[in-house]
C-alpha cells in the first residue's frame, strides 16, 4: 500500500496563477482532510470531506476550492494564488472510527511558494 | 470553538532528563492525538488516547489524557538525542471527526 500521496512535492507559482494539489489514499478510507502548516504553527484544516461526493468547510478555507469525485481522491485548487497562501500543504485521511481504530494518516506534504 | 494550548512552545534538555509536554484543550473532547513531526517531514502518528484517564507508552514516550481537565500530557524519560523533533497534540472534535492542531513543542535534547 502507498497510504497517503500527494502530488506535487514541490511548487512555485507566481501571484494570480491557479494550480491544483492531488491527494491520493489508497486505504478505502471515508474522511479526508487538506492542512496547511506555516511556521512556527501547528496544523490548520482548510478543507475536508466525509465521504465521497462531499465537502465542508474547516477552519481557514478562503481562497481555496476542493472536490472529491471519487472516494480515493481529495483535489485542492488555487484559483488566484496569493503570496499569503505560501505553505506546506498536508492531506491526511481517516477511516471511519471502529472500536479503537481511528488513526489519521498524513501525506509527505506539498511546498507551495508564492511569488 | 475548540482552542488547544501546547506548553512549553520549545524546550531544550539534556539527554539523559526527565521532561513533560502539556496539552491544554478548551472543550469537551474525548479523543486525542499526539504526533512527531522531524524537520521537513511529514506526521508520524505517535499515539490515539480514546478515553478518559487513557495511558499508553512507547519506549521513553508516555502519554495520558484527562478529560474532565482537559488536559494531556506528554512525558519524556531519560531523553536522547533520537527524540529531537516537533510534538503536537491534537484533540479531536467528535461529530466532525475533525482534529484540532496545537502549535507544536519544538524539542531539542543535547548530547
Known amino acids: 500500500n502507498a497510504g497517503v500521496t500527494q502530488t506535487p512535492k514541490f511548487r512555485v507559482l507566481k501571484t494570480g496563477q491557479s494550480m491544483t494539489l492531488l491527494c491520493a489514499q489508497d486505504m478505502n478510507h471515508e474522511y479526508m482532510y487538506w492542512y496547511r502548516q506555516d511556521p512556527g504553527m501547528g496544523l490548520r484544516l482548510i478543507h475536508y470531506?466525509?465521504?465521497?461526493?462531499?465537502?465542508a468547510k474547516g477552519e481557514v478555507p478562503d481562497g481555496y476550492n476542493v472536490s472529491r469525485l471519487k472516494k480515493q481522491n481529495f483535489l485542492l485548487g488555487l484559483e488566484s494564488a496569493a503570496p499569503s497562501q505560501t505553505s506546506v500543504y498536508f492531506c491526511?485521511?481517516?477511516?471511519?472510527?471502529?472500536?479503537?481504530?481511528?488513526?489519521?494518516?498524513f501525506g509527505p506534504g506539498t511546498r507551495l511558494t508564492v511569488l | 470553538e475548540l482552542k488547544v494550548e501546547q506548553n512549553p512552545l520549545f524546550l531544550s534538555m539534556q539527554e539523559g532528563k526527565n521532561y513533560t509536554i502539556y496539552c491544554n484543550y478548551s472543550t469537551t473532547s474525548d479523543r486525542l492525538y499526539w504526533y512527531r513531526q522531524d524537520p521537513g517531514k511529514s506526521l508520524e502518528s505517535l499515539f490515539v488516547l480514546l478515553s478518559n484517564g487513557a495511558v499508553k507508552q512507547e519506549g521513553r514516550l508516555m502519554a495520558s489524557l484527562d478529560t474532565k481537565a482537559r488536559l494531556s500530557t506528554l512525558h519524556i524519560t531519560a531523553a536522547v538525542h533520537d527524540l529531537s523533533a516537533t510534538y503536537f497534540c491534537a484533540p479531536l472534535i467528535q461529530g466532525a471527526q475533525k482534529l484540532v492542531f496545537g502549535q507544536g513543542t519544538r524539542l531539542t535534547i543535547n548530547p
Open positions: 470531506s466525509v465521504g465521497e461526493g462531499t465537502t
Open positions: 491526511a485521511s481517516k477511516p471511519i472510527p471502529s472500536g479503537s481504530y481511528n488513526e489519521q494518516f
